[in-house]
């Protein structure tokens, strides 16, 4: 199993850029895809972005290429999401997400979940 904690939300203007952070417990994060995931309110949960457990493949939505970068550090047991030129519509829960199957951008193709970081950008 894995435990996630999730750090770096906050309030920025719109053109503004954050990082989160999502540090994760156990020995075997390497074996782990990651995720991001993020909610609004009144909204499904959605995918953002997602990293292979080597780091060398990477998934974005189109609504955040080329302002958003998936990172990670298998020696620091966390994944990064740099957020460059945010939009009022990117104000959210984030969430971060690992499993071991395939790569997915779905809220169904992960298991384990962290409790979120929350995200507003004004306008």
């Known amino acids: 199993q894995v435990q996630l904690v999730e750090s770096g939300g906050g309030l920025v203007q719109a053109g503004g850029s954050l990082r989160l952070s999502c540090a994760a417990s156990?020995?075997?994060?390497?074996?782990?895809?990651m995720a991001w995931f993020r909610q609004a309110p009144g909204k499904e949960r959605e995918f953002v972005a997602a990293?292979?457990?080597?780091?060398?493949?990477?998934r974005y939505a189109d609504s955040v290429k080329g302002r958003f970068t998936i990172s990670r550090d298998n020696a620091k047991n966390t994944v990064y999401l740099q957020m460059n030129s945010l939009k009022p519509e990117d104000t959210a829960v984030y969430y971060c997400?690992?499993?071991?199957?395939?790569?997915?951008?779905?809220?169904?193709?992960?298991?384990?979940w962290g409790q979120g970081t929350q995200v507003t950008v004004s306008s």
């Open positions: 990293i292979s457990w080597s780091g060398s493949n990477t």
């Open positions: 156990g020995r075997t994060f390497s074996s782990y895809h």
């Open positions: 997400a690992a499993d071991k199957g395939l790569l997915s951008n779905r809220v169904t193709g992960y298991s384990y």
